[in-house]
């Protein structure tokens, strides 16, 4: 599978911005969809996971996040998405989306990189104050 991100830009903390990842490629609805994030000068760290299906599945967040970021995913569009709303200047970063298809063990390290077989090439999204 093939993964695009876009909808980055810039916005101003407090406002909202919604991310996309298009994918091409069978059986988008087999994978789970993750979304990471890198600033400069620190490691890519996990923001978001939606399984496969949302109905009896998995949606993590990272802790800083909950409350503030929604992941979702049309399966029908093979587009998964992540809605942050009350954006704040350190949530600036590139944000990536990647795909895997996680079996039980795997989904115990959801929040690392190693489940993931598949990464788009990232979108900007700058928070300014």
């Known amino acids: 599978v093939q993964l695009q991100a876009s909808g980055g830009g810039v916005v101003q903390a407090g406002g909202s911005m919604r991310l996309s990842c298009s994918a091409s490629?069978?059986?988008?609805?087999?994978?789970?969809i993750a979304w990471f994030r890198q600033s400069p000068g620190k490691e890519r760290e996990f923001v978001a996971v939606?399984?496969?299906?949302?109905?009896?599945?998995?949606?993590y967040y990272l802790d800083s996040v909950k409350g503030r970021f929604t992941i979702s995913r049309d399966n029908a569009k093979n587009t998964a998405y992540l809605q942050m709303n009350n954006l704040k200047p350190e949530d600036t970063a590139v944000y990536y989306c990647a795909a895997g298809v996680l079996d039980s063990r795997e989904w115990a390290h959801y929040y690392t990189d190693t489940p993931y077989g598949y990464w788009g090439q990232g979108t900007q999204v700058t928070v300014s104050s």
């Open positions: 939606i399984s496969w299906s949302r109905s009896g599945g998995y949606i």
């Open positions: 490629g069978r059986a988008f609805s087999t994978y789970a």
